[in-house]
Nanobody, 118 residues
Framework: QVQLVESGGGLVQAGGSLRLSCAAS????????SGWFRQAPGKEREFVAS????????AYADSVKGRFTISRVNYNDTVYLQMNSLKPEDTAAYYC???????????WGQGTQVTVSS
C-alpha cells in the first residue's frame, strides 16, 4: 500500500500561483509513476499531469501545458505541482495519485481544493 497526502491548496486570484505537494508513505519503492488529477463540481475527474519515478519523464493535459509543472523529490517521496498563471477554470479539487504499472492508477489522496477567483 501507498498512502498519499496532499497539501497546498487554497484561494488565489486569476494570474496567481500555487504549489501543491503530495507526500507519499508506505511501499513507495514500488511506485512506477505519480500523477495529479482534478475534479470540478458537476464534472468528471480529469488528468492533469504525471511523472515517472524512473527517468522523470512527464506528461501534461493540453489545458495546463506551459502553466503547470510536475516534479518529484526522491529522498522524501514527495511530488509537487507548480501552478502558474491560474485561471478560474482551474478551480477544482486536486488529487494526487500513484501507480504501480502503466495499467491503472492504484492509490489516491484525499484531495485539496484550489479556487481561482476572477
Amino acid at each position: 500500500q501507498v498512502q498519499l497526502v496532499e497539501s497546498g491548496g487554497g484561494l488565489v486570484q486569476a494570474g496567481g500561483s500555487l504549489r501543491l505537494s503530495c507526500a507519499a508513505s508506505g511501499r513507495t519503492f514500488s511506485t512506477h509513476a505519480s500523477g495529479w488529477f482534478r475534479q470540478a463540481p458537476g464534472k468528471e475527474r480529469e488528468f492533469v499531469a504525471s511523472i515517472k519515478w524512473s527517468g522523470g519523464s512527464t506528461a501534461y493535459a493540453d489545458s495546463v501545458k506551459g502553466r503547470f509543472t510536475i516534479s518529484r523529490v526522491n529522498y522524501n517521496d514527495t511530488v509537487y505541482l507548480q501552478m502558474n498563471s491560474l485561471k478560474p477554470e482551474d478551480t477544482a479539487a486536486y488529487y494526487c495519485s500513484a501507480r504501480l504499472s502503466d495499467r491503472t492508477w492504484d492509490f489516491w489522496g484525499q484531495g485539496t481544493q484550489v479556487t481561482v477567483s476572477s
